[in-house]
Every structure is written in structure tokens, then in C-alpha cells.
């Protein structure tokens, strides 16, 4: 069996993994690319391998970073079965025709522009009809069974707690009368999280790929989050604010929901909330919401409890649900306390650009992060400190209270990926750690090391491995190793140039007459030598430029 990593390998996003057997080839998820500019143009890059040759597809979970090309697949002679769980499944029914809306409407808008200026026309990566036609090759199976692909692959789905329907997954290849289990952990979620069952424990593997997210930290708050994050709601409800929550629309969403609705049943405590309205402003978290509902099977105890109690443990009487983008509107037009769940999660794209529009100046407002704000996206830029940051072409102050609450992160930390390896009975030979930053990477890495004794890898895109039941072996071809660090090299250049514009128009936004004026001349000498030394940089960055060649 050789394994070749094309995504999600030294960064946390764009899952792909390419398997080949003597007589099979498949992928381990399909994900995009998602974050700054140049991770977003890496899902126009060629696909490293022929679409049409893959015989099926192996999905761990829903979400778009692990799912998202899926249908460029079929869209490029692809047409082989998708193996996933049925919640994922119907997850991705929802998902991805949503994330080819996205791209259409990112395209048309663009489009628009590059017409005025006689630049040719781009195409979506996929459109809608591409996202139909890849859901009819779904293939929904359940936990814990095991499933013979064909005479060399037999797989089986564990549930990994991170979302619903989330998988791990073991492999068995039989090849040369020698028969290797790899398993692939997917994103693993944390134990005791609200509504998903605990990640299952896997005895024992040859080879394991697994992910390291949060591989080396813990996260801050874990104990009484609920209680910190009602807490601060409560102040800024008393003081006739509003609340507004950044949530992605699957999982954790559905968590707020449900967090909302334990709350307003105990009665005794928090009572503002059970007075205001509490809006979920996001149609894909409305459709994932009813998702959740109809596969209640795969909840943990105390969400089964509630429903055989009688109560619907994601509704309540104060909240309510907009679709429309009249409905989306008429949130702002009302002048009372509010609660505002709305996505995207990290405020990059959707209806949550146009809440903070509203609100984000108003200091009786209060942002509650309750989720990773990526680098370069507008939620971390608020969450860092910026006074002032660009929504829809204008500059909008930042006043309101801005609050993040780290415990309810999807992913498990260190100590639930610790806890996850210690089910292992049959240490894995090798270890390849893969979805993680270089922070979480490497100390992870050496944890393994020290504690389990087991060889650890870092692979890098396009790393090519030949694993058996008793070797692993790089097989690497060097023209794709260097292809690939060219290409990511490339690509980082571009992400630092990205960096700097968007530091500059930070900047810009803050020298104001105001403000100068304000100034010293010891400040203004200081500010003056630290552009000169900028100015110097760039023209040396611009004679470099002019004697590439096209290099």
C-alpha cells in the first residue's frame, strides 16, 4: 500500500489523502483549501492525480475542509461511491450545494469587476449542478461495521466525536498474502462534548495517520464555559445589548442551541435569555439543525434523555430561525436585547459580515468568539485588538466588548488526543501526524516519541510512503518533491505579500488627522524612521522583481 499526502499535511486544512494498492486506488477525503488567498488558490491547482482512475472515496466527516472538492472530482471523470457515515452524508446533501453557491456567487460578483475592465471571465471551481450530481454517489453506512470494499479493502467507521457523524477509519489491505491496517483518526473531537457521543478507542493499527490540531495545547477553558459564556451574555442583555456569536453552521451551532436550551430549562439562572429573542441567522444552520434532529440515534445519553423526556433538546420558545435575507435584515432592525448565532464562523464570508457591520461600533455590543479564528481572517483580526476593520468596502469602528471562550473548540486538545492514542493496545509502527500548524506539530511529535516509544513523521505535500505490516519506506519520486516545494514556496510568498497589504491597510485606517494630530515629534521622527526602513525594503523587493525574468 502506498500512501501520498496532498492536503492538510503541516497546516489544518484541504484533507486529502491518495491511496494506491496494487489493484485499487482511493482517496482518504477531498477537502478544500480554506484561509488566506494563497490557500484558496490551491484549489485551483491541478489535481495530482487522474480523478477517474480513483475507485472510491473514503469521507471521515462533513465539513467543507475535508469534503469540499468532492464534487471537482466528479465535475473532472470521477464516478465512483463516496463511504461515509449516513449523518455525514446527509450533512454533505446541505453542504456542498451551499459551497457551490458560495463559489458561483464569489465568481459572478468577481465577474463583475473583471468585465469593466475587459479581463477574461473566471469560472467557479464547480457549480451547483456538479455538487447534485456528486451527492448520488453517497453511500451512508453505520458505526462499527465492517465493510468489504473488494477482494484487497475492508474498512470500518468509528465515531471520532467531532461532529455528527464524524469517522475514524480503519483500513485493512490484503496484498501478497500479508494483510495492513492503517487507520486514518479523522478530526477527533473532545470527550464529554454536548450531543456527540465520546470518540471511540481503536486497539490497535500497523500504521496510523492522525491529526494534531491542538497536538500540543491545551485549551484554556474547559470546566463551567457555559457558565462564563451565560455570564457574559447576561451582562450585556441587562445593559440592553446585543450578542453576537460567530458560529459555524454545523456542529458548533448546534452545540450553542443546545447549551441555550439546558439553560432556559434549569429557570433559576440566567434569566435575561429566556426574554430576548435568540436568532440563528444562517440558513445551512437552520437546514444542519434539522439534519441533527433526524439522526438522533448517534447522540450521546443525555441528549437520548432529554428526547425521551419529552423535550427537544435544539428548540426552544424564544428561538427563532431566518432563512430569508428579508428576515436576515429585519434582526438589525430590532432595537431590543437580542442573541445573534450566525455564521460564518470566523467572519470571512455570510450573514455575520453584515451583524458586525450593525453592531461592531455600538459599545453596548458584545462579540462572543466560541470558536479558532485562523490568521488574516476578519474574526482574528477583531479578536487580536484592531480598532478599526474594513467590512463591505467601509471602515468600521471597533467598540464593542469582545470576548472569546476557548473551551468549546470541536477539536479534542492534547490531553483528549493523548487519552485517544492510549486505547492503542498495538502501538502503530509509525505514526504520521498530519492537520496540525508547525506549533502543534513538532511537541506533539516528540510527546509520541517519549511516550508510546513509536516513530513519528511529519509528511510534506506530495510525500509519497510504501507502508506493509512490517515496513515503511519513502518512495518519494524527486521531480514531484521538488514540484510541490516549488509550488508551496510559491504559494507562501504569496500568503506574506497578502499579510503585508492587509497589515498596511491596517495602518492606514489608523493615521487619520485625528489622531496625528495627537502626536508628538519624537512619535513622528519614530513612525518616520520605521517607513523609511519599510520604503528601503520595498525598492530592494522591486529590483529583485524586474530581474526575475519570469523565472
Not at 474574526?379 to 485588538?385: E, Q, V
Request: proline letters at 3%; glycine letters at 8%.
Amino acid at each position: 500500500m502506498k500512501i501520498t499526502f496532498y492536503g492538510a499535511v503541516q497546516g489544518v486544512t484541504g484533507s486529502n489523502h491518495y491511496v494506491e494498492t496494487k489493484g485499487t486506488k482511493f482517496l482518504v477525503d477531498c477537502g478544500m483549501f480554506q484561509g488566506g488567498s494563497a490557500e484558496r488558490k490551491m484549489n485551483f491547482e491541478p489535481l495530482p492525480y487522474n480523478p477517474a482512475e480513483i475507485d472510491f472515496v473514503i469521507l471521515t466527516h462533513a465539513h467543507i475542509d475535508h469534503s469540499g472538492r468532492i464534487p471537482l472530482l466528479f465535475k473532472q471523470g470521477f464516478n465512483g461511491s463516496i463511504l461515509c457515515t449516513k449523518p455525514t452524508a446527509d450533512l454533505c446533501s446541505i453542504m456542498l450545494p451551499d459551497s457551490a453557491h458560495i463559489q458561483e456567487m464569489d465568481v459572478e460578483y468577481k465577474n463583475r469587476k473583471r468585465k469593466r475592465s475587459g479581463e477574461a471571465m473566471l469560472e467557479p471551481l464547480y457549480n451547483s449542478t456538479d455538487a447534485a450530481k456528486s451527492l448520488e454517489y453517497f453511500r451512508g453506512v453505520q458505526y462499527d461495521q465492517i465493510i468489504k470494499v473488494n477482494d484487497e479493502i475492508s474498512i470500518r467507521f468509528r465515531d471520532a466525536g467531532h461532529i455528527l457523524g464524524s469517522a475514524s477509519v480503519e483500513v485493512w489491505c490484503r496484498e501478497d498474502d500479508q494483510t495492513t491496517k492503517v487507520v486514518f483518526s479523522g478530526d477527533i473531537g473532545k470527550f464529554d462534548t454536548p450531543i456527540i457521543r465520546d470518540p471511540e478507542l481503536i486497539e490497535g493499527a500497523d500504521f496510523l495517520v492522525m491529526e494534531s490540531t491542538y497536538g500540543n495545547k491545551r485549551h484554556q477553558i474547559t470546566k463551567n464555559r457555559e457558565e462564563i459564556m451565560f455570564n457574559i451574555i447576561e451582562e450585556t442583555l441587562n445593559r440592553g445589548g446585543t450578542v453576537i456569536i460567530p458560529s459555524f453552521s454545523v456542529g458548533r451551532t448546534q452545540e450553542m442551541i443546545y447549551g441555550f436550551n439546558k439553560q432556559i430549562d434549569l429557570r433559576n439562572r440566567f434569566k435575561a435569555i429566556r426574554n430576548v429573542p435568540v436568532y440563528v441567522d444562517s440558513p445551512l444552520a437552520s437546514s444542519a439543525t434539522d439534519i441533527f434532529k433526524k439522526n438522533t440515534e448517534v447522540f450521546d445519553d443525555e441528549a437520548k434523555n432529554y428526547i425521551f423526556s419529552g423535550d427537544n433538546p435544539l428548540d426552544f420558545d424564544n428561538l427563532i430561525f431566518t432563512r430569508t435575507v428579508d428576515e436576515s435584515k429585519a434582526i438589525n432592525l430590532y432595537e431590543g436585547p437580542k442573541i445573534i448565532i450566525s455564521s460564518s464562523g470566523m467572519c470571512d464570508a455570510g450573514r455575520i459580515k453584515h451583524h458586525l457591520k450593525h453592531n461592531l461600533w455600538k459599545s453596548d455590543t458584545t462579540v462572543l468568539f466560541v470558536g479558532y479564528q485562523a490568521p488574516g481572517t476578519l474574526g482574528r483580526r477583531i479578536l487580536d485588538g484592531a480598532s478599526q476593520v474594513r467590512i463591505f468596502g467601509d471602515t468600521v469602528d471597533v467598540r464593542a466588548r469582545i470576548e472569546m471562550i476557548d473551551g468549546f473548540s470541536g477539536h479534542g486538545d492534547m490531553d483528549d488526543l493523548d487519552f485517544y492514542l492510549s486505547g492503542f493496545k498495538k502501538i502503530p509502527r509509525k505514526i504520521f501526524l498530519v492537520h496540525g500548524e508547525e506549533s502543534q506539530l513538532n511537541g506533539f511529535a516528540r510527546r509520541i516519541e517519549e511516550n508510546l516509544k513509536c516513530d513519528v513523521i511529519i509528511p510534506s505535500y506530495g510525500q509519497q510512503f510504501l507502508v506493509t505490516c512490517d515496513k515503511c519506506i519513502e518512495r518519494t519520486p524527486e521531480p514531484l518533491r521538488i514540484l510541490h516545494e516549488h509550488k508551496f514556496n510559491k504559494l507562501a510568498l504569496l500568503n506574506v505579500i497578502k499579510n503585508v497589504m492587509e497589515e498596511a491597510e491596517d495602518i492606514k485606517t489608523l493615521i487619520s488627522h485625528e489622531h496625528i494630530n495627537g502626536f508628538t515629534d519624537e512619535k513622528i521622527d519614530e513612525i518616520s524612521r520605521n517607513y523609511e526602513e519599510i520604503s528601503r525594503n520595498f525598492r530592494n523587493i522591486e529590483k529583485l522583481l524586474e530581474n526575475t525574468d519570469g523565472e
